[in-house]
């Protein structure tokens, strides 16, 4: 393991989830498993060396179902760590968190509510982002105003979670949703959807910053995700993580595209 950077907004969402538990939280693996407080892998298999960086104009709003910051598997840490505005803030039913509130009514933002839009009333769906040098939106003229920036708000929990935060969730209610329409099968190997084109936290981020023209970023967050799932994976099968696969070898470059100087 090396120096873990300072804790970004899921990290500290985690440690204040935990400081409620009133029993730990056990991953798989049971109460002897020692992990990276960095990365979550075992410390044979840590990332933090390898964490990449992507500056970006867009942002990410996590909105997490309760016990998701303490899963190992969660997408939504690889966010935070690539992405230096990620916010994080857990979910409940009965109240809201007026940071929350803020934020979606920081006049920096526009926000939009990532979720399919077969789920919505059609009046509340755009399929592409609000331009930034006028005030008409390409699906609605209701929401967007000049030069704000993008903040896509994600439900970071399973398909039936989401859903119910979705309906549940009233502050939400006036802000456009954002349906993605680009077609293709998820990657993601640790938790699987019943549905091919339910994708995990990670992917529909890259998905959100290439279409608001992030492309560095999206392919950035893309490759962290195939290096962190291949370390994750490894890890349980008592396998050496290669660190000249596919993955690593694509994470480096871009890296030093970024500007980042990668030493693995």
């Known amino acids: 393991m090396v120096d873990i950077a300072l804790p970004h907004a899921v990290s500290r969402l985690r440690t204040n989830r935990l400081a409620r ?79 929350l509130l803020s934020l979606l009514a920081d006049p920096q933002w526009q926000p939009y509510v990532v979720f399919p839009g077969e789920f919505v009333e059609p009046a509340r769906v755009v399929t592409q982002l609000m331009p930034s040098g006028n005030g008409d939106s390409l699906n609605s003229s209701a929401w967007g105003a000049p030069h704000k920036r993008p903040l896509f708000v994600l439900l970071d929990a399973t398909w039936p979670e989401a859903r119910k935060m979705f309906r549940k969730s009233p502050y939400l209610d006036q802000l456009p949703v954002l349906s993605l329409q680009r077609e293709q099968i998820s990657r993601y190997r640790l938790r699987r959807s019943t549905r091919d084109d339910h994708f995990c936290t990670s992917e529909v981020a890259a998905l959100c910053l290439e279409l608001a023209g992030e492309t560095h970023a999206a392919q950035t967050l893309e490759a962290y995700l195939d ?37 693995f």
């Not at 410390?43 to 190992?72: F, N, W, Y």
């Open 21 to 99: 538990s009133s029993k730990p939280f056990l991953a798989r693996g049971g109460p002897k498993g020692e992990r990276c407080l960095g990365c979550r892998l075992v410390p044979s298999h840590c990332i933090c060396a390898l964490r990449p960086s992507a500056p970006t104009q867009a942002g990410v709003c996590l909105i997490m179902a309760d016990i998701e910051p303490l899963k190992p598997s969660n997408t939504g840490w690889l966010i935070a760590d690539v992405i230096a505005d990620t916010f994080a803030f857990g979910w409940a039913r009965t109240e809201v968190d007026p940071a």
């Open 227 to 263: 290096v962190f799932t291949n370390h994750y994976l490894n890890a349980r099968r008592l396998v050496p993580a290669d660190l000249e696969d596919t993955a690593h070898i694509r994470l480096r470059a871009l890296r030093a595209q970024g500007g980042d100087n990668p030493s």
